[in-house]
């Protein structure tokens, strides 16, 4: 079944929103609590100093998704790199999305980006699968000044309305980041694919992250294919 990490900086209050929870409900989730240490501080001095306060709040948060009648297995991590840690879970763990929480209520309406180097095939299989029998509307959204590249859109959307969605297509051909942060208005949360790592996402930092301090609502990302990942994967 199709699993998702949902990454939480536990002692810093972090919380899942109710929305987020109920559109999680069609798949596994693992719960990473995780907690950023100064460069000087050993992980182990901070699991002595830490781990039970962080592990009630994980308790918390599991807890959350059992009342709203779903499930979630739970990790902990003290750590340096925030980044590689969450790749590391991902991939020990088989996650098919992470998510970037963000504040929402229930999700009606789901974004769907597919921009640049994206795999349009797994993002239209995840999303099928998320949101399965319920009555979300999809918005596949495309930027790109090429009118040629709509077929993107269109066999996106073919695969999407076979799975019984209900799907619109939207082209836009402004600046990519920005047309899609203008797209998001009116949706409830973002699905997007994992692109690789490039100088732009080290200075200005992963575009999901960006998506959903823009947005404010969750953001889930699509893996790559493992081949992908594994050449240039991060290690702890």
Not at 50 to 63: F, K, M
Not at 131 to 158: K, M, N, P
């Amino acid at each position: 079944m199709t699993r998702v990490l949902v990454s939480l900086a536990i002692l810093e209050g972090d919380t899942v929103s109710p929305g987020l929870i109920d559109l999680l409900g069609t798949v596994d989730v693992t719960v990473l609590g995780y907690h950023v240490l100064p460069e000087q501080t050993p992980p182990d001095q901070a699991r002595l100093q830490y781990e039970d306060r962080a592990n009630e709040a994980l308790d918390d948060v599991a807890e959350e998704f059992a009342t709203a009648g779903g499930a979630a297995e739970r990790r902990l991590v003290f750590t340096h790199d925030r980044r590689q840690s969450i790749q590391r879970v991902a991939r020990e763990i088989g996650a098919d999305a992470f998510a970037v929480t963000g504040a929402t209520g229930p999700v009606e309406r789901l974004l769907v980006p597919v921009i640049g180097d994206v795999a349009v095939d797994r993002i239209t299989a995840f999303v099928t699968e998320l949101i399965g029998d319920r009555d979300i509307e999809v918005t596949l959204f495309f930027a790109s000044e090429d009118e040629a590249e709509q077929t993107v859109l269109d066999e996106g959307a073919t695969v999407l309305r076979e799975a019984g969605l209900d799907v619109e297509t939207v082209h836009a051909t402004g600046a990519p980041f920005d047309s899609l942060v203008d797209a998001a208005v009116g949706h409830d949360a973002v699905v997007m694919g994992e692109r690789a790592p490039s100088l732009k996402s080290l200075l200005f930092g992963d575009e999901a992250d960006r998506v959903a301090t823009e947005t404010v609502g969750p953001v889930l990302v699509v893996r790559r294919e493992n081949e992908e990942r594994d050449s240039d994967a991060d290690t702890e």
